[in-house]
């Protein structure tokens, strides 16, 4: 077994168990890291395994949020139970608008569009969506008048109202007891903008949170709940494809794929954590500049430096 294959099995694990939660998309950074850092295995193989590895990811968020997403917890009432279940309606209703579109479109969308330029495109035009988005929540938010230990609360689309501590996160729908089903297929709709590589699922969820009116921080909860059935369909539809076309890998392949899998579980648990405290207090302003800069340094890569220089 190859000690530097499970480093470099490793590495892929960390970027994407950071960038599968952060709104900056976790296939523009694999496009740039499997350009200097390549695994020593078959390409179906590696293609399963940038699919699978997200096994890592999702799990941590089951950990995470295990309690509010678990309707048989002992310590729920038969109201709390409800409210669960009524949750996890809302998250396959918010699935299924990316279900529809991208299982019978998901080979063709790979074939013709996981290409540099499209990604970095994608970067770059959702990086500015960000910026416009959070700005124009800015001017909202100073006509709005402040209400010492108030909630944003209320109907879709409704004002929103503010608290002196809310670090300038706001919207009218704060906890998942405000987010309608309306609102849920609306997010949901979002999500389809993140078959398009470099868009990023949790970039074009949380845009389509914010817009519906939720906060930084529910959006963000919301996206992580939709990519629990999302992440572990992709992940089961690849391995069905993998294994129907004849592949198989031995010890180090599983190897291999298990390293990846732990430590994006283990780094995402520590992004997740790190960015539902983040948004309560800053903006995602900065996510939408590190992403303008990202587009032009995948552009000016694969377009002028390949090309140009021979790299």
């Known amino acids: 077994m190859d000690i530097i294959e499970l480093l470099k099995s490793a590495f892929l694990g960390l970027v994407e168990g950071i960038t599968e939660w952060l709104p900056i998309s976790s296939t523009g950074h694999m496009i740039l890291v499997d350009e200097f850092i390549k695994l020593n295995v078959s390409k179906t193989f590696l293609n399963m395994f940038l699919v699978v590895v997200q096994l890592g990811a999702i799990l941590a968020v089951c950990v995470l949020f295990f309690h509010e997403l678990n309707p048989f917890s002992p310590s729920k009432g038969k109201e709390g139970r409800r409210d669960t279940w009524k949750l996890w309606g809302k998250i396959v209703l918010g699935c299924i608008p990316a279900a529809v579109v991208g299982l019978p479109l998901n080979d063709w969308m790979e074939d013709h569009f996981y290409n540099a330029p499209v990604v970095a495109i994608a970067l770059i035009v959702y990086g500015i969506a960000f910026i416009v988005i959070e700005t124009r929540r800015a001017r909202t938010r100073e006509t709005v008048d402040v209400l010492p230990g108030a909630r944003p609360a209320g109907a879709h689309f409704a004002t929103p109202s503010v608290s002196e501590d809310d670090g300038g996160d706001f919207g009218s729908i704060a906890t998942l007891d405000d987010l309608s089903w309306k609102t849920a297929l609306g997010i949901g709709l979002f999500q389809v903008l993140s078959l398009v590589p470099g868009t990023s699922r949790s970039g074009s969820t949380i845009i389509g949170g914010l817009l519906l009116g939720c906060t930084r921080a529910m959006a963000s909860k919301?996206?992580?709940?939709?990519?629990?059935?999302?992440?572990?369909?992709?992940?089961?539809?690849?391995?069905?494809?993998?294994?129907i076309k004849g592949g198989t890998f031995?010890?180090?392949?599983?190897?291999?794929?298990?390293?990846?899998?732990?430590?994006?579980?283990?780094?995402s648990l520590a992004a997740i954590k790190?960015?539902?405290?983040?948004?309560?207090?800053?903006?995602?302003?900065?996510?939408?500049?590190?992403?303008?800069?990202?587009?032009?340094?995948?552009?000016?890569?694969?377009?002028?430096?390949?090309?140009?220089l021979g790299l």
């Open 222 to 243: 919301f996206t992580f709940f939709l990519a629990i059935p999302v992440m572990f369909g992709a992940s089961a539809l690849k391995l069905v494809k993998f294994f």
């Open 250 to 267: 031995g010890a180090s392949e599983a190897a291999i794929l298990g390293v990846g899998c732990v430590v994006a579980f283990v780094v």
């Open 274 to 308: 790190w960015l539902m405290g983040f948004v309560k207090r800053h903006d995602f302003k900065v996510f939408g500049v590190y992403r303008i800069v990202l587009g032009v340094v995948v552009l000016a890569y694969f377009l002028v430096a390949v090309p140009v």
